[in-house]
């Protein structure tokens, strides 16, 4: 099925990604492209509709991004959003200012024009300014539909031409009925048809897999995470038998994870699975190892290592299935768009990380879908909830939550530990409000009392944190009662551990793993 495209100009990482996402909520395919994007392309693209992003800059810095100068003029529908509006107003000829006062927050807005981006709205609504700069004088043709009380051309728009422009963020959930804004420029405006559903992305996505695997096989590496699960299943769907699921156990998983992981897919989904219980292998590759970059080396490279010898038995097997999403493909196609900082803080190994010079051909089903799509894909093809809802866990796995020396021993302490907090935060009824929580095991032993006795035992920290894309996190503010049992379950159910503190740490400074 062709699906009508909406295209979001990125001026600015953050903004571009919320905003295709809003898209995508409608229904509506969206995919971000360069600010700097041709009209050929677009054009070739077909698409219906753009929306030009926020960004950081001001339409009078130097250097500042900007769009191809004949896009206003190629008949496609376009809504400006803060940046985007500006410069629109200053392209076709009205009046750009710096604000004296930046206007930032929740604003009132006073809507006049109750058509086409405001069709059904009432005469007021609260939104969310954030800018520096503002339109001060309308581009001929255009008109007033919104203001604020400081920005008096907060919506603007010139209905013949279908340009629109608005300087509040329409995108963020602070803003009311922001969603249906975007509704009404992707419906009433573009024309556009509300087709991008899961049920219609599983029907192309399991005939282009059969299109593309053919009669050949396919290897997937499966962590037991969301993305690499969910394609597991939509690739076996397709394909069903040719499909062989990679399982390398490096001995790091959680409590009774690995046997899990086995059973879900060989007893629910009936996928070849090859279990690699590789533990001895990297338990003896990072012996006698504290330092946590090396260990996160050794780990990834021992990973890459297995993997290649496990797959070479397997015989002619010509394609590798990924969980690569959206987000990793923008980050790596458009400059400037990496959210990444440059200095390099932590090694993420993905067990999806495999060797650059791979010689399979890549199937990537996901790569054009955004986290929360995966999760509804993956329970629209009966991924369990327990997989869907899962927590993120990084590759090393407990290895980066065992500070110091990772033993066997200490392996299973942390098992236990964790076992605790995270039955107590569902019991809490908190797993799915938190972005993580988890134990680390410190390699500090302090003196406590049990009965009569000294105990000289280990301490364990227990951390669990907000966020909504890991980039910056809060520590979350548990109920006391929890940590409470938390604490007491740990210090009577393990006779290792006679301490346990609270991380009341964020992101930044701190970040989400203690390596
Ligand atoms: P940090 O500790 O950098 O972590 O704040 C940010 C998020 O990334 C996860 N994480 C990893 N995920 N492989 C992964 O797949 C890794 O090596 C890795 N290291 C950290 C971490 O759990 C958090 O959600």
Redesign the pocket.
């Known amino acids: 099925m062709k699906h009508d495209f909406v295209a979001v100009l990125d001026f600015g990482a953050q903004y571009a990604m919320l905003i295709a996402r809003r898209v995508r909520e409608c229904n509506v395919y969206c995919e971000i492209l360069p600010h700097n994007v041709s009209i050929e392309e677009l054009k070739r693209r077909k698409v219906k509709g753009i929306i030009i992003s926020g960004g950081p800059a001001s339409v009078y810095d130097k250097g500042a991004p900007q769009a191809d100068p004949r896009l206003w003029k190629s008949g496609i529908p376009i809504l400006g959003i803060c940046y985007g509006t500006q410069l629109m107003a200053k392209a076709l000829g009205g009046q750009v200012k710096p604000e004296r006062k930046k206007e930032y927050g929740r604003t009132e807005l006073f809507i006049d024009d109750q058509t086409d981006l405001f069709a059904g709205f009432p005469k007021q609504i609260i939104c969310w300014m954030s800018h520096g700069d503002s339109v001060v004088k309308l581009p001929k043709g255009f008109k007033v539909l919104a203001g604020t009380k400081n920005t008096p051309l907060a919506a603007i728009g010139n209905h013949d031409r279908q340009l629109y422009g608005v300087q509040f963020h329409p995108e963020v959930v602070h803003t009311e009925r922001g969603t249906e804004i975007i509704k009404n420029f992707v419906y009433v405006v573009c024309g556009c048809r509300p087709t991008w559903t899961t049920k219609n992305f599983i029907q192309g996505s399991i005939k282009e897999l059969k299109e593309t695997i053919g009669k050949e096989k396919i290897l997937c590496a499966l962590?037991g995470?969301v993305d690499s699960s969910t394609v597991s299943v939509l690739v076996n769907k397709a394909v069903g038998k040719q499909l062989t699921c990679m399982f390398i156990d490096q001995g790091f998983m959680r409590k009774n994870e690995a046997k899990k992981i086995v059973e879900v897919f060989t007893r629910n989904f009936k996928i070849n699975l090859i279990h690699v219980d590789a533990s001895q292998r990297f338990f003896a590759k990072i012996k006698g190892v504290t330092d946590p970059e090396e260990k996160?080396h050794r780990i990834?490279n021992e990973f890459i290592r297995v993997f290649e010898e496990e797959a070479k038995k397997l015989g002619k097997m010509p394609f590798l299935a990924q969980g690569t999403l959206y987000p990793d493909v923008i980050e790596s196609a458009v400059p400037g768009l990496t959210a990444t900082t440059a200095v390099r803080?932590?090694?993420?190994?993905?067990?999806g990380?495999l060797p650059k010079d791979i010689k399979f051909k890549l199937v990537e089903p996901l790569k054009k879908l955004f986290k929360d799509e995966v999760r509804a894909l993956g329970r629209e093809i009966g991924v369990p909830d327990e997989i869907i809802s899962r927590?993120?866990?990084?590759?090393?796995g407990l290895a980066?939550r065992i500070i110091g020396e990772v033993t066997p021993e200490r392996v299973k302490i942390l098992q236990t530990l964790d076992d605790i907090v995270v039955s107590e935060v569902k019991k809490a009824g908190l797993y799915k409000e938190l972005?993580?929580s988890f134990a680390v095991l410190l390699p500090i032993r302090t003196v406590g009392v049990m009965g009569d006795k000294r105990t000289y035992l280990n301490t364990a920290a227990v951390r669990a944190v907000t966020?909504t894309d890991?980039?910056t996190?809060d520590w979350a503010k548990l109920p006391y009662e929890l940590l409470d049992k938390i604490s007491n379950r740990i210090i009577n159910e393990t006779k290792e551990v006679n301490r346990v503190v609270y991380d009341i740490s964020s992101?930044p400074p701190?970040?989400?793993?203690?390596?």
């Open positions: 962590s995470g996160r990834g803080i932590k090694t993420h190994h993905n067990v990380g927590q993120p866990f990084p590759g090393p980066i972005w993580q966020s890991a980039m996190a992101k701190s970040t989400i793993e203690w390596e």
